[in-house]
């Protein structure tokens, strides 16, 4: 059993800033790209960026310049951070990481729980 738990949401301002983690645990036997999405009401769940484990990475346009996608591979800890935030940011993040179990051949991806970030204007 493996599992993804993501902290850090919450409501700011537009221009301020937030930190997303979030941390994989249980039975890993090894973790390959890991990521955040975000949904917002009524749309479709969208990448948001994407780390390699040799810490490539890649970014939606609509946030280059303002958000860092970074990892702690010791901690198999994934983190989002965010500045210059814009209303449109607004949405459920989860966090999102191909992971392969001790108990099992394969890589498989698996998704956390999501947690809330609020831009008012």
């Known amino acids: 059993q493996v599992q993804l738990v993501e902290s850090g949401g919450g409501l700011v301002q537009a221009g301020g800033s937030l930190r997303l983690s979030c941390a994989a645990s249980g039975s890993i036997f090894s973790i390959n790209r890991m990521g955040w999405y975000r949904q917002a009401p009524g749309k479709q769940r969208d990448m948001v960026a994407h780390?390699?484990?040799?810490?490539?990475?890649e970014y939606v346009d609509s946030v280059k310049g303002r958000f860092t996608i970074s990892r702690d591979n010791a901690k198999n800890t994934v983190y989002l951070q965010m500045n210059s935030l814009k209303p449109e940011d607004t949405a459920v993040y989860y966090c999102?990481?191909?992971?392969?179990?001790?108990?099992?051949?394969?890589?498989?991806?698996?998704w956390g729980q999501g947690t809330q970030v609020t831009v008012s204007s």
């Open positions: 999102n990481a191909v992971m392969r179990s001790v108990w099992l051949p394969s890589e498989y991806e698996y």
């Open positions: 780390i390699a484990r040799d810490g490539n990475t």
